[in-house]
């Protein structure tokens, strides 16, 4: 099975920072990659498909790159509102493995 | 406005049984795949299992195959998830989701499994 090991765990940056999250899948799932917020309490939301089309609606901040193996999720000015839990996610075939998360928190 | 409405959750003792239920709407249901993920107490997400448009492909998670039965009534734009001999390892919420790269998400249900 593919595995999808994401990095940092946890990591703290201050507001208006750029932010990168990655996410490597152990063999090639094209594009089939997926990110979500998951904020304390709430619901996860899809942020970006297809490793880098950003959901409408979500902000502008927030990119999705990669392909292949290597994916990263990144966040252009780190707002209060994106403290949260993020999650990868490949889609191209079963087993439909997340990452392990990322806890983002603001410094 | 899309909804997914899970139901069927609590709690049950171990090697026991639950039948958990996903009420779509405001989307057509025989065009998406549907999937379940779970998410224990304080945890990260796991997908359990995900089901193709007309029932035709079913996918588990290596640690519920045997024991956990995905489907779907299309007539009742419905999904289930039929869970057999439950572990403790089994309590966390469960969330109906439409697609493979969710796309929507229910607000789950908790399945607490205990003695």
């Known amino acids: 099975d593919i595995q999808m090991t994401q990095s940092p765990s946890s990591l703290s940056a201050s507001v208006g920072d750029r932010v990168t999250i990655t996410c490597r899948a152990s063999?090639?799932?094209?594009?089939?990659l997926a990110w979500y917020q998951q904020k304390p309490g709430k619901v996860p939301k899809l942020l970006v498909y297809?490793?880098?089309t950003l959901r409408p609606g979500v902000p502008s901040r927030f990119s999705g790159s990669g392909s292949g193996t290597d994916f990263t999720l990144t966040i252009s000015s780190l707002q209060p509102e994106d403290v949260a839990t993020y999650y990868c996610?490949?889609?191209?075939?079963?087993?439909?493995?997340f990452g392990q998360g990322t806890k983002l928190e603001i410094k | 406005e899309v909804q997914l409405v899970e139901s069927g959750g609590g709690l049950v003792q171990p090697g026991g049984s639950l039948r958990l239920s996903c009420a779509a709407s405001g989307f057509t249901f025989t065009t998406y795949w549907m999937s379940w993920v779970r998410q224990a107490p304080g945890k990260g997400l796991e997908w359990v299992a995900n089901i193709n448009q007309d029932g035709s492909e079913k996918y588990y998670v290596d640690s519920v195959k045997g024991r956990f039965t995905i489907s779907r009534d299309n007539a009742k734009s419905s999904l289930f998830l039929q869970m057999n001999s439950l572990r403790v390892e089994d309590t966390a919420i469960y969330y109906c989701?439409?697609?493979?790269?969710?796309?929507?998400w229910g607000q789950g249900t908790l399945v607490t499994v205990s003695s």
């Open positions: 989701a439409r697609a493979r790269g969710v796309d929507h």
């Open positions: 996610q490949k889609y191209n075939s079963a087993p439909y493995s």
């Open positions: 063999q090639g799932i094209t594009n089939y």
């Open positions: 297809a490793a880098s």
